[in-house]
């Protein structure tokens, strides 16, 4: 069973910056899609950035494209997202997903990236807050 701790929320000022981190644990293959969404009140859920952990195509939402950067430590099974320049727009609780590779190496994650849609993500961490005030 997969299971992803989040780590890294909080509140900030406009322009700040926070780094969210998610570990992970319990895949079958070492490299997998990975990546970070968000839910802002009333709204639903959107991808912001994914990521095939071996070493391929990452995936920006248009909203953080030059802010937002995602990144892996694999020897930590551990994905990062760097927030900068943040903006009140930015507010919600901020999810890490996983979409499990069914190979040891996916040629269309790697050249195509995962994907933003969550649907596509059977994996779910709990969640963190990200606040950004004005």
């Known amino acids: 069973q997969v299971q992803l701790v989040e780590s890294g929320g909080g509140s900030v000022q406009a322009g700040g910056s926070l780094r969210l981190s998610c570990t992970a644990s319990g895949f079958t293959y070492s490299r997998n899609c990975m990546g970070w969404f968000r839910q802002a009140p009333g709204k639903e859920r959107e991808g912001v950035a994914t990521v095939y952990t071996a070493g391929g195509r990452t995936d920006y939402a248009d909203s953080v494209k030059g802010r937002f950067t995602i990144s892996q430590d694999n020897a930590k099974n551990t994905v990062y997202l760097q927030m900068n320049s943040l903006k009140p727009e930015d507010t919600a609780i901020y999810y890490c997903?996983?979409?499990?590779?069914?190979?040891?190496?996916?040629?269309?994650?790697?050249?195509?990236?995962?994907?933003?849609?969550?649907?596509?993500?059977?994996?779910w961490g709990q969640g963190t807050q990200v606040t950004v005030s004005s």
């Open positions: 997903a996983a979409r499990p590779s069914r190979t040891s190496f996916n040629s269309a994650y790697f050249y195509n990236g995962c994907g933003t849609v969550p649907s596509n993500y059977e994996y």
